[in-house]
């Protein structure tokens, strides 16, 4: 693959993690979410490669 294709691959994944996180932490403060667990579910789609990818897991928040 090329470096182009790696850099602009990494760049918009950090973006995901990074916005993803803090979208869940401002969720878990406004809803007092200490030490409570939460299914968690993201899918990413390109439509145009016909890619349907979900990744599924469980968030915890933090303790007090």
């Known amino acids: 693959m090329s470096d182009d294709f790696n850099m602009s691959m990494r760049k918009f994944l950090k973006q995901v993690g990074v916005t993803s996180q803090q979208a869940i932490e401002e969720a878990m403060r406004e809803h007092g979410a200490a030490g409570k667990s939460f299914p968690a579910k ?14 599924t897991g469980t968030i915890t928040g933090q303790d007090d």
């Not at 993201?42 to 990744?55: G, K, N, Q």
């Open 42 to 55: 993201v899918v990413l789609t390109i439509p145009d490669l016909d890619l349907e990818h979900t990744v």
